[in-house]
């Protein structure tokens, strides 16, 4: 079920499914996960969850030299009516529910914040507007904690815009009741030289639905680890994330979908465009199904575009199957380049050059956009992909 | 009436050890309503002839005109060619991942006939024109050539060219790698545009056969980067019985 083809120059893109019955998923990783920054070594670079990350762009956040700043981030949320929003310690039990943080530098951001943010959708509360959370970039160096709850039956729609110029590592928790209906949109809309690295764990409850479209277009160096596990069977995640990298940007996007629970499924589907000198985007998806986890159903797919020479792409699915009692697994990877060829191909049809670009590009992120469902995010992206386009020209 | 003035006309192309000439001095007229048949081996330069008139960057243009309707094509980028009524169905039709058949066709028609067709119209004219070339409707949501067939490749190629109705129809090798069936489908979409009477075609081709479809009213022969013999559609008999020997053996004679 492994696919790779059309790989440019300089990218790579490797897969394996496993058939084992101890995780390699767990033992790839140098540390056990843990909440203390004092439980993982300092990185040096080869180890397997870092040897695609230009450490020295983090500016210290991997080894407790980045100290926060008063001028981190601005923290703006609007959300609406029934929605409880708080700011709490550390010692709130709410925090870190939903994962524990699986390297260094998600644990530092945990060790170092000093105040968490609490959203609260209350059961069965369905809300008609989105919850809008802006994290704006003052410029300095700041750690957070972000939870996100909804509880049974509960439905949102969540906004996360990061926007300006911060060393950020923040995690964010989301907790899903039984039930629930959570759509979370991260908007990586940084400035050129902001660095953003985070974990993002979401507990799916029993007959759950969760829905995250993980969007970066901006930064010097952004590096995610979206991550879902199931508290209850039937629970669903759909996974999704565009990503343009642009010259000399550093996007890596590594996913874990814990399937640890009976009868639950989950699709991931993350698609990426390139362009410039030294673009590198890197995408790890990792797929577990547990022993127990039997009538899993998964799927999970990357596809990269490379728009010029020079970018490069890291794209490693990997699944890992201990029980053969499940509906579907499988996983694919590709990477594309749009080529001369391609561009001779429109041109030849009457279409212009600038056209011709824009048509591929919007075209190969259009069927993920459009699941999105919040018109001015929609909107906002596709302007986004068009003005990305335009600075490549 | 349009008309297409190829005049001398040399083209090379970069390789390994340097510059190699292909195009060695090329004159053919083609004029809206008829049908030109190029024939010639493999290597004589055809396809460079199809892709220089298209504009393609890999060759360059060293001496020579070509006119449409007076206009100097070579001057133009290769979209403003296609807008100026020149269409080439290639004999290897790109893949262009993300971008569905009917975005695709769509955004052209809209390049080419200057204003984006209304929909209700266009999308009867695409189904109906698919229907006429064996092609599935979900053809359409697929992703322009890519994982298409050898035949579909070309019905996609042929689709286009009645779509766009383009002045000058160059045809590479459309013939190629085609069944039987699939090759009388395609004729008979080749032969649906001519009968507009208001396209000029150049047919490449390496065999004759597509020529039981196809009535050529002139047949050239190509060799070694030129026309070396012209006639009517008796001289393609010829080349059925006798090949090419007589043209590349003894060395070109024009």
């Keep these: ?393 | 009436m349009a008309t297409l003035e190829i005049r001398d006309l040399h083209v090379t192309v970069e390789v390994e050890n340097g510059t190699k000439e292909i195009l060695k001095g090329v004159d053919l007229t083609v004029k809206q309503g008829e049908t030109h048949a190029i024939m010639g081996p493999n290597g004589s330069g055809k396809s460079t002839l199809a892709y220089s008139l298209a504009g393609h960057p890999k060759y360059t243009i060293t001496s020579g005109t070509v006119l449409l309707d007076g206009e100097d094509v070579l001057g133009m980028s290769v979209d403003e060619r296609a807008r100026a009524g020149l269409f080439l169905a290639m004999q290897y039709p790109v893949e262009v991942p993300g971008v569905s058949v009917s975005n695709f066709l769509r955004t052209s028609a809209t390049a080419i006939r200057g204003e984006a067709p209304k929909l209700r119209t266009w999308v009867k004219e695409v189904k109906e024109t698919m229907q006429r070339l064996n092609m599935d409707p979900a053809f359409a949501e697929r992703n322009v050539n890519e994982g298409f067939s050898g035949g579909e490749k070309k019905r996609h190629e042929i689709l286009q060219l009645e779509l766009l109705k383009p002045k000058i129809a160059i045809l590479d090798e459309t013939d190629s790698g085609l069944d039987v069936d699939a090759l009388r489908v395609v004729s008979e979409g080749v032969n649906r545009v001519r009968e507009s009477g208001e396209v000029g075609t150049m047919l490449i081709t390496h065999y004759t056969r597509i020529l039981r479809y196809i009535k050529p009213d002139y047949v050239h022969v190509f060799s070694a980067g030129r026309i070396v013999e012209s006639g009517g559609a008796e001289l393609a008999d010829k080349l059925e019985n006798e090949g090419y020997e007589v043209y590349t053996k003894g060395g070109a004679s024009a």
């Design chain 1, 1 to 393: 079920m492994a696919e790779a083809q059309n790989i440019p120059v300089g990218s790579t893109t490797a897969g394996q499914i496993a058939v084992a019955a101890e995780s390699t998923v767990a033992t790839r990783m140098s540390a056990p996960p843990s909440f203390d920054v004092q439980d993982f070594p300092v990185p040096h670079g080869r180890e397997e969850e870092w040897r695609f990350t230009p450490l020295e762009r983090l500016r210290g956040l991997h080894d407790g030299t980045a100290v926060a700043t008063g001028d981190g981030v601005k923290v703006d949320i609007d959300a609406p009516e029934g929605v409880i929003v708080e700011t709490v310690g550390r010692d709130d039990a709410r925090i870190g529910k939903a994962g524990t943080p699986v390297d260094r530098v998600a644990a530092q951001a945990y060790s170092a914040f000093e105040k968490a943010g609490v959203v609260t959708v209350p059961k069965e509360t369905v809300l008609t507007e989105p919850i809008r959370i802006a994290v704006h970039g003052e410029g300095g160096i700041a750690y957070g904690h972000q939870v996100v709850e909804l509880g049974a039956f509960a439905e949102a729609v969540v906004i996360i815009d990061h926007t300006g110029d911060a060393v950020l590592a923040a995690n964010v928790d989301y907790i899903l009741g039984d039930g629930a209906k959570l759509t979370v949109v991260s908007v990586q809309d940084w400035d050129d030289k902001a660095v953003h690295v985070g974990q993002h764990n979401a507990l799916i409850g029993r007959d759950a639905t969760f829905k995250s479209f993980v969007v970066t277009f901006g930064g010097d160096l952004v590096r995610l680890h979206p991550r879902v596990a199931y508290a209850g069977t039937g629970g669903e995640a759909e996974l999704f994330g565009l990503y343009f990298t642009d010259a000399g940007q550093h996007q890596e996007h590594r996913l874990l979908v814990d399937h640890n629970t009976p009868h639950c499924k989950s699709n991931v589907a993350y698609k990426g465009a390139l362009q410039g000198q030294d673009a590198h985007a890197v995408w790890i998806g990792d797929v577990l199904i547990e022993a127990k986890a039997e009538g899993t159903d998964t799927y999970e797919m990357n596809r990269n575009l490379v728009l010029t020479d020079g970018a490069r792409v890291d794209s490693v699915p990997n699944l890992e199957i201990e029980t053969g009692e499940i509906v579907g697994a499988g996983h694919a990877s590709a990477t594309g380049r749009f080529d001369d060829e391609q561009l001779f191909y429109l041109m030849a049809r009457g279409i212009p050059a600038d056209e011709a670009r824009r048509l591929v590009v919007r075209g190969f992120f259009a069927e993920l956009v459009q699941q999105i469902g919040v018109d001015d995010i929609e909107e906002r992206l596709l302007v986004k992909i068009d003005e990305e386009l335009e600075a490549s020209v």
